[in-house]
């Protein structure tokens, strides 16, 4: 947890930023368009050894309670 909210990494060996285009037809680029949508902020950097890595930040839900980091997450009770 980075900023109350969450930060995902993924690696890979490619040095190349998947397109997040989405072909009609395609079987590619889905997933990014998806987490795209979902994030507050998607950036990817190369790494020193070999490939990249695709972060996603994602914002704290606006309901959410937590207590100390790694601790659940309650959400509200409807009214």
């Known amino acids: 947890m980075e900023h109350d909210g969450l930060v995902v990494d993924v690696s890979d060996p490619l040095r190349v930023f ?11 680029g889905r997933g990014l368009l998806v987490v795209r949508h979902l994030t507050a902020e998607l950036d990817w950097f190369l790494r020193a050894d070999v490939g990249k890595t ?25 009214s």
């Open 18 to 28: 998947p397109e997040a285009d989405v072909e009609p037809d395609g079987e590619g």
């Open 54 to 78: 695709v972060r996603a930040r994602f914002a704290p839900h606006p309901h959410a309670r937590g207590g100390a980091a790694g601790g659940p997450v309650t959400p509200p009770l409807p």
